[in-house]
């Protein structure tokens, strides 16, 4: 007999501690708040592990219905829960990563006047995530995804008085309504010719079609809709855009939502929609391609950011285009092994940058750092291992996921892999730099760091009243216990997929196996051997082949290591004389391509001049003139239809009577609902 998990209860309690916190957290101290948030958030990861420890025992996928919902025709849509290996996966990275953000957002928001907002704002993010990934069919699933945009949007802006923030805030909301329309429209189209939503149903169908592999059919068209939307919520080209102008909002918001789990949104998505795509190789390739620019456009935008937060932002971004190249070419689980693995890393580094940023009250300029490993250690020991990771050293985390995704890539295409090896390589580069400006060398800040310098001004709001010691601070104990466990995490998260060529048995593909069982489509694995051509764990053949393209991405990585090494160690003059030798090159890259710039020239100006006075002149027209000139017209029409009520008709006053009293039942029923 299958147990019953209470699946609902996961999400459900971090909703409980944000009403909490939201309607009555003013009034508690910040102990109190504190305790709020971490309880009802810890209970939800605990509950995520006691439902890891039973899942051997279930019969999956185990579905568990929470309530009718959508009746229309024979269109049925219930409130229900989906966990399989590929949920459980998500359930325990969100709740797991998001319980050590909320340890260490205590520490790091302590003095913020918000305080009891911001933890509500994070447990709401919390539900609606866990919403997303615990949906058992595409509507509770855009609940989700519609919910954690709500958040998003709440907490970039969270310093709301900040001009940047609430820009940025309105950046994200709107950017994401882009893809989300497209997102939208595929649903449709699945109602309209499949009559469901319902992951099971849905699938099954699905699974029955052939493969468009010479023409672009129905399921290519929702294919590539539901690309729209990912590219919107895992910020990949053209959408990209919101991600870093994020950044402003808390650190801990970076950590939680643009590192770790909003954005593997449109990852998790087109991975549990694998069978659509597996039987549409166009639109797999259009996520392979969007994948792979995306990878390499941010990671040389990334290259130049002085900014450490926004050097973070557009490695993110860089990060989700490997994962999107890896279900661009089939292999997603290498992409959602790359998804958890960069939960550790990229987490830690958010956090570890926002200790940096602590500990200097506020500051977030590289060029004003410098010699910090000796100042902060445990920050600095505790960053060297996410920066290893990302850069693909084994034997962190990061080298495992990244080279099986460069190899399913180079079993596709050389040009996929290619691409893949030379942002490898500009990740390392990028990355180390980012460590050496930070923590080596002499100090290049002003003197009396750790006393709020500019703050107020464009640094981050949560510092700008560090008092300090005089001088350059580690963090407190409650932010550097979550580093240091991410750190471990980061070392070893990546064991369970230790590939074959390497002595392992990737445990971890061959978990996510039973989900991705299907058969990759010829037009995709066009020219891989047999035995290569099925989702799991790694193909047995070419080990040897396989090892030699490890070692030259391990190469790659070293590669940028050494040039990090000589150019902001070494020789710091030379950035500014290659700098000045590239001259517009540089320039343009500095100023990131300038998409956003042609962005406000083709979209934002236009858009917003243009509604601005259609809108003005609606109300002019519309509104002003047809209160004040029209006004007898107004008061004739609006007595004949009053006038039209007293009829003298009974049938006609009951149907008034009946109208009411539904209205009322109706009112009666929802209050007793609140």
Known sequence: MTPNLHLCLIPLLPLIGAAINGLLGRRFSRLQVSAIALGFCGAAFVMALWVAARFSSLTVPYIEYVAPWIRAGDFRADFAFYLDQLSLVMLLVVTGVGFLIHVYSVGYM??????????????????????????????????????????????????????????????????NRIGDFGFLIGLFLMIKHFGSLNFTQLFQTVSGMGVEKDEAGLLTAIGVLLMVGAAGKSAQIPLYVWLPDAMEGPTPVSALI????????????????????????????????????????????????????????????SQ?????????????????????????????????????????????????????????????????????????????????????????????????????????????????????????????????????????????????????????????RVMLIPLAILAVLSVIGGWVGVPGSLGGSNHFGKFLSPVFHSTIPAAVSEGMPPEERTEGPEPTAGARQELLYTTVSVGAAFLGLFLAWLLYWRRPELPQRIADSLGGLYHTVLHKYYVDELYGMLVVKPVVDGSTRILWQGIDQNVIDATVNDSADSARHLSDAVRHMQSGNIRSYAGWVALGAALVIAYMVWMGVQ
């Open 258 to 317: 643009h590192a770790a789990t909003m954005v593997t949104a449109g990852v998790y998505m087109v991975a549990r929609s694998h069978v659509i795509f597996e039987r549409a190789p166009l639109a797999l390739m259009v996520v392979a391609i969007i994948g792979t620019l995306t990878a390499l456009f941010a990671a040389t935008i990334g290259l130049v950011q002085t900014d450490i937060k926004k050097v973070l932002a557009y490695s993110t971004v």
């Open 110 to 175: 302590w003095k913020d006047s918000g305080f009891y907002r911001f933890f509500s704002y994070l447990n709401l993010f919390m539900f609606f995530m866990l919403t997303l990934v615990l949906a058992g069919n595409y509507l509770v699933m855009f609940i989700g995804w519609e919910g954690v945009g709500l958040a998003s949007y709440l907490l970039i802006g969270f310093w709301f008085t900040k001009d940047s923030a609430a820009s940025a805030g309105k950046k994200a909301f709107i950017v």
């Open 320 to 476: 989700l285009g490997y994962m999107f190249m890896a279900c661009g070419v089939a292999a997603f689980s290498a992409g959602i092994f790359h998804l958890m693995t960069h939960a550790f890393f990229k987490g830690l580094l958010f956090l570890a940058a926002g200790s940096v940023i602590h500990s200097l009250g506020g500051e977030q300029d590289m060029r004003l750092m410098g010699g910090l490993r000796t100042k902060i250690p445990w920050t600095f020991w505790t960053m060297t291992a996410a920066t290893f990771a990302i850069a693909g050293f084994p034997p962190f985390a990061g080298f495992f996921s990244k080279d099986e995704i460069l190899w399913r890539a180079s079993r596709v295409s050389l040009v996929y892999w290619g691409i893949g090896l030379f942002t490898a390589f500009l990740t390392s580069f990028y990355m180390f730099r980012l460590w050496f400006l930070t923590f080596f060398g002499e100090y290049r800040g002003p003197e009396g760091a750790g006393l709020g310098h500019g703050a107020g001004q464009h640094h981050d709001a949560a510092h700008s009243d560090v008092p300090g010691d005089g001088g350059i601070h580690e963090s407190p």
